[in-house]
């Protein structure tokens, strides 16, 4: 009885045509594990298989979930790798959502991966007026010294998301976790476009895989607002770390005292650790 019924369902439209045509938030969830599965077997129609699978997703831990969908016959390892794949893709781009952000410790978890990459990214993370987070958007993609960024693609996405304040992140590939002259000169265009637009610049964050360097903790962001009243333009972001006192940067040697030692070297970032709650600096500075 039950083949009969997804027997019948094969007068419907092609699911792969109507999502093509109306788009990916057309498919039900279990069509959506159909895109997925792309066929299943002669005794097994995929519309069988993803209502199945689908029982099994509900009803699973992820731990247990690949080994819960081979048991589904018509699901072999390879399928099931797929789906148990896609959702934790779904849980990793979903978990951040309303998470309340007072720190730029509480920010790492989420911005910490591209820590990995081996060129420049540039991300934006939108907030609402409670400093929950709306969205995450990479802004820029450059080399491994540098990536191009200009205020209006930053700013571009936080209002259409209706963003009250952002938190600007990027990564260095190669080289300490050190800001340089570059760095502090587009965080000076970041903070005046957001004055004008009315939207805060809560902090930005330089990561490497080991430490992140945070221009709130070091006070230094209050001190940038005035530094450029130019013309807000695009500025290369150079990974390169140099203690450069010249230029309208703030000079690191102005860095508090609560900086700390990695592996036996100065650094001006802290340890980015696993959890970076246990390493919280008894001085952090907390987003207003």
């Known amino acids: 009885m039950e083949n009969e019924f997804y027997a019948a369902q094969k007068t419907k439209p092609d699911i792969r045509e109507l999502t093509i045509e109306r788009g990916l938030g057309y498919p039900s969830d279990e069509e959506l594990l159909m895109l997925i599965l792309n066929k299943g077997t002669r005794e097994c129609p995929v519309e069988q ?5 689908m029982k099994v997703i509900n ?41 309340v952000i007072t720190s730029p410790l509480d920010i790492l978890p989420y911005v910490k991966h591209f820590s990995l990459e081996q060129r420049e990214h540039f991300v934006s ?14 802004v820029s993609v450059g080399t491994s010294k540098r990536t191009m960024v200009h205020p209006r693609e930053v700013f571009n996405h936080a209002v259409r998301v209706n963003a009250s304040g952002i938190i600007c992140c990027h990564n260095h590939p190669f080289g300490k976790c050190l800001p ?26 330089i990561i490497t895989p080991d430490s992140y360097f945070s221009f709130l903790e070091h006070g230094m962001l209050k001190k940038s607002v005035g530094q450029e009243r130019g013309a807000l333009e695009g500025v290369p972001l150079d990974g390169r770390s140099r203690n450069d006192r ?20 100065p650094q001006d970032g802290h340890p980015l650790n696993d959890n970076p709650q246990d390493d919280h600096p008894q001085d952090a500075a907390i987003f207003e």
């Open 49 to 53: 298989l993803a209502h199945k699978a």
């Open 180 to 205: 340089s002259r570059e760095d502090m000169n587009v965080t000076s265009r970041l903070l005046l476009a957001g004055e004008v637009l009315g939207i805060t610049v809560l902090d930005h964050i």
């Open 59 to 99: 009803t699973s831990n992820p731990e247990d979930l690949v080994d819960r969908l081979t048991l589904i016959d018509g699901i072999g390892y390879a399928k099931a790798l797929a789906l148990a794949a896609a959702v934790e893709i779904g849980r990793r781009r979903n978990c951040y959502l309303k998470s």
């Open 125 to 138: 993370i939108a907030l609402n007026g409670s400093r929950e987070i709306i969205e995450e958007h990479v």
């Open 246 to 265: 010249s230029g309208n940067g703030t000079p690191l040697d102005d860095r508090p005292q609560t900086d700390r030692s990695l592996r036996g070297e």
